[in-house]
């Protein structure tokens, strides 16, 4: 079944120019696909399209009947009073709506117990219970535990949190929800690892249809079964995710570039023989025939257009000789705010040429460890010393520049105390050619900020580079920049990073900050993840928290007789949903070896143990009210 057809789909908003012209393609029920392409080629508007927010010049959008779509870009309005709970609790609109309509039979049955009426509420119980109406706070829970959601922020007003804590909200609010079809603009934006990671998850078991447009090269990897890429206001289908497509691609252009080479040699071929047969065909009619026809063959020959790469650079940093194997040695470090601890008795050495990902929960304290060693905090406690040749860059995770008015090439002048010739090759080589240096600073993107600023570091010969979030907001080819410029840099790199294509990129060695404490992990991030989840695997589960409220006792006025029938449907529940629980056993251990089936199976059982407690404490209500009546 085809969830979204688009054809023939033109949008403009430029006179001479179609953003998307002619964009056709399908997306089959179920399939999780990304939206891929440069920024400006038209993914967020195809988005807002699809939802109806904008419309479009010509071309045919269907929508499969019945389907909800919901798009996670769109924050809504809410009522000022609105906090962050009365927000989640819209996603159940209509189970809200359920309920007090039973809550209404109810107090109509205290008077009306007809055949008709106990009818009807079992029909409503029915559809209240099939759509999840007993599981509403604990899929709530589920939802904003994964995300990161605490309880204080869900009672915040809405109109208090900052832009990416209403993200995370309006992210958790949609999953709730339901919703058939998913677009998600930017999904993994304001999370950290843990709630990127159960976000996979959760993608990885919903049984709608996902179309992604997303910058975060590892999530596309997990998540993603096809890739369109929006190209020239046109489709380009790859059916994988994200490194089959970047494969796929490149074999697409040698491919395009092989044809294009050999028809342009064989159009020269032909072209000397056409030149040799005109000459000699002035005074020969024959030669003169065989000339036009093979201009008129050249004219058949189906031209392939030359394929173009991205430009790429082509940069090294100027290192400076660094001597001695110690880098940094940090000894007994701590760090408190009040009575707030962030770390203590923090032990590391640091040794040339490592390259070190510093990872951690939002708010755990990874920046003011960085502050620490530039030197622009005081630690509480500890001390850190440095080599004696160590020489330090850092590149923050918002760029400030000094005098943004200045244009690019008057701010090296300014900066670097170069010659004019010296600043637009170094400008040049990070791709900053010809107007493009004169354009103000402030004007650039969050990108080429970023550009320009690694720009001005490459000169400095440093041997120790800190990074906090160096890829955070960058499109896909921005990070692909920042990525060559470190490649070939051969000093000491420490890095604080959520992108874990970068991270397994370049890490050798991982620090992680957790539970007041950084723990070492002397090894690349797939061996750390394995580990980590070995461990959390290993660790002993959480206690229950003990609930006060007991679940709502269903009251059925008359006799004993619709009491019966109820404490034996649900029996019939019982035994049905204890099956699934078996089942759900059975999947965990067909799943020790796979991690993420067995993540799956797990959840799949806490949910279905959920749905079976609250059937027990049904029918213990039910038969309580059976015993006392009889």
Known sequence: ?????VKDLVKSYDVDENLLDGLTFDVNEGE??????RNGAGKTTLFRILTGEIGYDSGEIRIAAGRRMGLISQIPNYPEAYTVEDVLRTAFRELEALRRKLQALEAQMTGDDSPALLRQYDELSARFAAGG???TDVETDKTCNGLGIPADMRARRFSELSGGEKTRVNLARLLLEKTDILLLDEPTNHLDLKSVEWLEAYLLRFKGTVLTISHDRYFLDRVVQRVIELRGGKAEFYSGNYSFYVQEKEARYQLQLRQYEQEQAKLKQLGYTLERMKGWGINNRTLYRRAMSIQHRMERIEKTERPTKERTLSV????????GDEVLSIRGLSKKFGDRTLFSDVELLVEGGQRIAFLGDNGTGKSTFLKILLGEEAPTAGRLRFGPSVRTAYLPQIIRFAHPERSLLDTMLYEKNCSTQEARDRLGAFLFQGEDVFKPVASLSGGEQSRLRLCM???EK??????DEPTNHLDIASREWIEAALDDYEGTLLFVSHDRYFVDRFATRV???REEKIFDYPFGYEKYRAIRERELQQAPPPAAPVKEKKPPRVRTPGGTKELEKQ????????EKQEAAVAACDEAIAASASDYQALAAAMAEKEQAEAVLADLYGRWEAASEELEARS
């Open 1 to 5: 079944m085809i969830d979204i057809s």
């Open 32 to 37: 999780r696909v990304a939206i891929l392409g």
């Open 133 to 135: 109406g007993y599981e």
């Open 316 to 323: 090294r940093f100027a290192e400076k000789e660094f001597h």
């Open 457 to 459: 570091l490459m000169d």
């Open 462 to 467: 440093i041997n120790f580079l800190i990074l």
């Open 511 to 513: 620090w992680e900050l």
């Open 567 to 574: 404490v034996a449907r649900l029996e019939r529940e019982i």
